[in-house]
Protein backbone atom coordinates (compact mmCIF):
# COMPACT_ATOMS: atom_id res chain seq x y z
CA UNK A 1 0.00 0.00 0.00
CA UNK A 2 1.27 3.47 -0.90
CA UNK A 3 -0.17 7.02 -0.30
CA UNK A 4 1.40 10.17 -1.14
CA UNK A 5 1.26 13.86 0.79
CA UNK A 6 2.20 16.91 0.44
CA UNK A 7 0.10 18.08 -2.77
CA UNK A 8 -1.03 21.50 -2.60
CA UNK A 9 -1.51 25.04 -4.41
CA UNK A 10 1.44 26.60 -4.93
CA UNK A 11 3.00 30.09 -6.93
CA UNK A 12 4.79 29.91 -9.74
CA UNK A 13 8.80 29.31 -8.12
CA UNK A 14 7.93 27.87 -5.35
CA UNK A 15 9.24 24.48 -4.06
CA UNK A 16 7.24 21.38 -2.53
CA UNK A 17 7.92 18.05 -1.31
CA UNK A 18 5.92 15.24 -1.96
CA UNK A 19 6.02 12.20 0.36
CA UNK A 20 4.68 8.19 -0.16
CA UNK A 21 4.41 6.60 2.77
CA UNK A 22 4.75 2.66 2.07
CA UNK A 23 3.40 -0.24 4.42
CA UNK A 24 3.37 -4.11 3.27
CA UNK A 25 6.21 -5.83 1.42
CA UNK A 26 9.98 -4.93 1.99
CA UNK A 27 10.85 -0.94 1.39
CA UNK A 28 14.26 -1.70 1.20
CA UNK A 29 13.96 -3.80 -1.94
CA UNK A 30 11.58 -1.53 -4.10
CA UNK A 31 12.63 0.40 -6.67
CA UNK A 32 10.68 4.00 -6.14
CA UNK A 33 9.16 6.34 -8.80
CA UNK A 34 7.24 9.28 -9.60
CA UNK A 35 4.90 10.08 -12.26
CA UNK A 36 2.40 12.71 -12.89
CA UNK A 37 -0.63 12.78 -15.13
CA UNK A 38 -2.00 16.41 -16.16
CA UNK A 39 -5.99 16.51 -17.00
CA UNK A 40 -6.53 15.25 -20.81
CA UNK A 41 -2.43 13.83 -20.79
CA UNK A 42 -0.96 10.96 -20.55
CA UNK A 43 1.28 9.58 -17.45
CA UNK A 44 4.26 10.34 -18.01
CA UNK A 45 7.37 9.70 -15.83
CA UNK A 46 9.25 12.11 -13.13
CA UNK A 47 11.87 10.05 -11.37
CA UNK A 48 13.34 7.29 -10.56
CA UNK A 49 15.42 5.78 -7.72
CA UNK A 50 17.33 2.48 -7.46
CA UNK A 51 17.16 0.16 -4.32
CA UNK A 52 20.80 -1.45 -5.17
CA UNK A 53 22.61 1.68 -5.10
CA UNK A 54 20.53 4.90 -4.46
CA UNK A 55 21.19 5.65 -8.33
CA UNK A 56 18.69 8.56 -9.56
CA UNK A 57 17.30 9.24 -13.34
CA UNK A 58 15.03 12.11 -14.03
CA UNK A 59 12.73 13.11 -16.82
CA UNK A 60 14.75 15.63 -19.28
CA UNK A 61 11.47 17.75 -17.96
CA UNK A 62 12.34 18.08 -14.35
CA UNK A 63 16.29 17.52 -14.55
CA UNK A 64 17.57 20.00 -12.15
CA UNK A 65 14.39 20.67 -10.41
CA UNK A 66 13.66 17.62 -8.72
CA UNK A 67 15.35 15.53 -6.16
CA UNK A 68 13.74 11.76 -5.78
CA UNK A 69 15.42 10.64 -2.06
CA UNK A 70 14.09 7.69 0.20
CA UNK A 71 14.59 6.90 4.10
CA UNK A 72 14.24 3.21 4.79
CA UNK A 73 13.73 3.68 8.21
CA UNK A 74 10.52 5.54 8.02
CA UNK A 75 9.21 3.27 4.76
CA UNK A 76 9.42 6.62 2.86
CA UNK A 77 10.09 7.99 -0.72
CA UNK A 78 9.98 11.64 -1.02
CA UNK A 79 10.12 13.98 -4.34
CA UNK A 80 11.12 17.14 -4.27
CA UNK A 81 10.04 20.25 -6.39
CA UNK A 82 11.64 22.91 -7.07
CA UNK A 83 11.07 26.85 -9.29
CA UNK A 84 8.04 24.68 -9.70
CA UNK A 85 5.98 26.15 -13.44
CA UNK A 86 2.37 26.20 -14.16
CA UNK A 87 3.33 23.17 -16.89
CA UNK A 88 4.15 20.55 -13.62
CA UNK A 89 0.58 20.86 -12.57
CA UNK A 90 -0.64 17.64 -12.51
CA UNK A 91 -1.78 14.70 -10.20
CA UNK A 92 1.54 12.79 -8.89
CA UNK A 93 1.88 9.50 -8.35
CA UNK A 94 4.33 7.22 -6.91
CA UNK A 95 4.94 3.60 -7.42
CA UNK A 96 7.17 0.71 -6.55
CA UNK A 97 9.12 -1.83 -8.46
CA UNK A 98 10.23 -5.08 -7.12
CA UNK A 99 12.89 -5.04 -10.44
CA UNK A 100 16.61 -3.90 -10.42
CA UNK A 101 17.27 -0.55 -11.77
CA UNK A 102 16.30 2.59 -12.95
CA UNK A 103 12.67 1.54 -14.23
CA UNK A 104 10.96 4.71 -16.64
CA UNK A 105 7.77 3.05 -17.62
CA UNK A 106 4.46 2.42 -15.50
CA UNK A 107 4.34 -0.81 -16.18
CA UNK A 108 7.44 -1.76 -14.71
CA UNK A 109 5.55 -0.95 -11.35
CA UNK A 110 4.28 -3.18 -9.14
CA UNK A 111 1.98 -0.62 -6.73
CA UNK A 112 0.87 2.51 -7.05
CA UNK A 113 -0.79 5.00 -4.44
CA UNK A 114 -3.71 6.97 -5.50
CA UNK A 115 -1.73 10.45 -6.15
CA UNK A 116 -1.99 13.60 -4.92
CA UNK A 117 -2.55 16.99 -6.68
CA UNK A 118 -0.14 19.64 -7.07
CA UNK A 119 -1.38 22.81 -9.08
CA UNK A 120 0.89 25.44 -9.73
CA UNK A 121 -0.58 29.25 -10.19
CA UNK A 122 1.26 31.98 -12.47
Known amino acids: YLEESGGGLVKAGGSLRLACAVS????????MGWFRQAPGKDREFVAA????????YYADSVKGRCTISRDNAKNTAYLQINSLKPHDTAAYYCAAATRLGLPTHSQDYNYWGQGTQVTVSS
Open 24 to 31: GGTFSRYA
Open 49 to 56: LSWTDAST
